[in-house]
């Protein structure tokens, strides 16, 4: 049973990049949240520049807010934010607020491209937002896990005043929420006859971006060998792509022509139709913090083929090796068995499905309004209210 909730809340949800899975968890929460829930937000684009510079205009939008609605009693902030500078640049609108930051992803461990070296600036803004914070909030436990060992390996790097002292402080300040899923937007007709009566080729899915980190070619690669040996499939490739796209995608749109049904940005209408009729989700991705791509095929009816490593274990039931592939041979065998076997691939995808109902947002949605009722309870009193508050600055 959820914490009960013992009042509602003011909560301010702060989001610089508002787009994808960012806005679905924000817009997401404001929705289902038992608190009264508003959103400070930016396009999403230009992550760099909204990590660096989006604090100030944060600022006063939320101190426009505070002016009309009152001062919040919790603010709760994604990664991409500037915690510190925000803080500073609002603090009569948030003085007394509690604060807490979320990580959909960290630029501590996110993996660099092409092997460029990782810019050290962003992981300290990081930090920085962690330190600042009086809660923080990691999607998964493996995110939760690959930050705090990699914490005290970036601070050594500094020359002095290395701050290692204080990661065990903020690792007790630390926990886990998921990223809720709207299921019922995915959700399918029964498995059984709707994807093995109907006697057409399997569907595969690949619905991650379009980028080097997801590991596209190991996936069309494992694809080419299932086709060789003689398997029938269709395949879906969707998911968000760029202005810069890998080449293997053009490789991969003439290599699979004949199977391919769909190729493409889908839109939000074309999107859950296009989950709905695959019959297996693939990934191969070497970096993934949560996997709402995934989660969502899973719940409408795919049975997930992923690679036992990142926040996937955490994602399917027990055993997950009937879910779960170790290297490159074993995801061909995994393909090959899930396109080739209806009924076991569509037994193991309905006990898939249900296990990932845990991720919808009813059920996610009470444990983040605990979670923040505790928050501000424990900053009132470590800090209690200001006797007389300072007017906002305008």
Known sequence: MPDPVPERL???????YFTGSHRAWAEGLAAHSAHDVRLVTHTGGFWKWRMQGSAL????QVEQLVEEWGRPDALLASDMVHLPALLGLARDALADTAVAVYFHENQLTYPPQGGTAADETYAMINWLSMAAADGVVFNSEYHRQDVLAALPKLLRRFP????TGLVDAVAQRTLVLPVGIDVERFRPPDCVSAKTEDRRPPVVLWNHRWEYDKAPADC????????EAGVDFRLVVAGESYQTVPAVFERARVTFAEQI???GTASDDEYPQLLREADVVVSTAHHEF???AVVEAIAAGALPVLPHRLSYPELVPEPVDTYLYRDNAELVDRLRWALSDPGGRCAAAATARKHVDQFDWPRVAPRYDAFLSRLCAARAIAAPPTRRPRPIAR
Not at 10 to 16: A, L, M, R, S
Not at 57 to 60: E, I, Q
Not at 160 to 163: G, K
């Open 160 to 163: 002095d005043h290395r701050h």
């Open 57 to 60: 205009t944060l600022a006063r």
């Open 10 to 16: 003011k909560v301010v949800v702060c989001e610089p």
């Open 220 to 227: 069309f690669t494992a694809l080419e060998a299932v086709a």
């Open 290 to 292: 949560f996997g709402v």
């Open 261 to 263: 049904i769909w190729f």
